[in-house]
């Protein structure tokens, strides 16, 4: 299993950026994925879910603003992040719902929202 | 949202200790419990899932336990290589969250 981030930088706070995650290993088609965040020297905090079948769920702090999807075809997730704020700067993983929550998860990709 | 508290926030044991940290989460989350290492500078690896079961890989120093709202991760013997910081994942309703962790250093 291995899955990989693209997409952060600095972005100035009220613009958009789009995260990637690719996968291989596994059927992507087959597993549910999430998007979660760690705020520098700060804890982990859950973002956004996509199942097989693409039914999602957010997190209250980007629900509006975040949109994740998948194209099965090229094994990869995404993550939409629109009218960004200082408080989303964190780095996002990817991570795969396989037999348990979470158990791979990417190397991450850092995102800095600043003026 | 279903709160996670962990503790303690900070740890210091040396090589050989039984070390413990617990997660008490503000309601029942039967045995949807996960527990994670990160060492500094990369990702989350997952070691214990559904509170009990050792994932694949881990060594059997690592042991967790609970069930409802009280979780505890125990490790029998701390390596150097233990050195990380530990988080508790609830996976039992939306949305998920996390514990705040908890950083383990050696003495």
């Known amino acids: 299993v291995q899955l990989v981030e693209s997409g952060g930088g600095l972005v100035q706070p009220g613009k958009s950026l789009k995260l990637s995650c690719s996968a291989s290993g596994f059927t992507f088609s087959s597993y549910g994925m999430h998007w979660i965040r760690q705020a520098p020297g700060k804890g982990l905090d859950w973002v956004a879910y996509i199942s097989s079948s693409s039914g999602t769920v957010y997190a209250d702090a980007v629900k509006g603003r975040f949109t994740i999807s998948r194209d099965n075809a090229k094994n990869t997730l995404y993550l939409q992040l629109n009218s960004l704020k200082s408080e989303d700067t964190a780095i996002y993983y990817c991570?795969?719902?396989?037999?348990?929550?979470?158990?791979?998860w990417g190397q991450g990709v850092m995102v800095t929202v600043s003026s | 949202d279903i709160q996670m508290t962990q503790s303690p926030s900070f740890l210091s044991a040396s090589v050989g200790d039984r070390v413990t940290i617990n997660c008490k989460a503000s309601?029942?989350?039967?045995?949807?419990l996960n527990w994670y290492q990160q060492k500094l500078g990369e990702a989350p690896k997952l070691l214990i899932y559904n509170a009990n079961s050792l994932q694949t890989g881990i060594p059997s120093r690592f042991s967790g336990s609970g069930s409802g709202t009280d979780f505890t991760l125990t490790i029998s013997s701390l390596q150097p290589e233990d050195v990380a910081t530990y988080f508790c994942?609830?996976?039992?309703?939306?949305?998920?969250?996390f514990g705040g962790g908890t950083k383990l250093e050696l003495k």
């Open positions: 309601q029942n989350i039967n045995r949807y």
């Open positions: 994942l609830q996976h039992n309703s939306w949305p998920r969250t």
């Open positions: 991570a795969r719902r396989g037999a348990t929550e979470a158990d791979y």
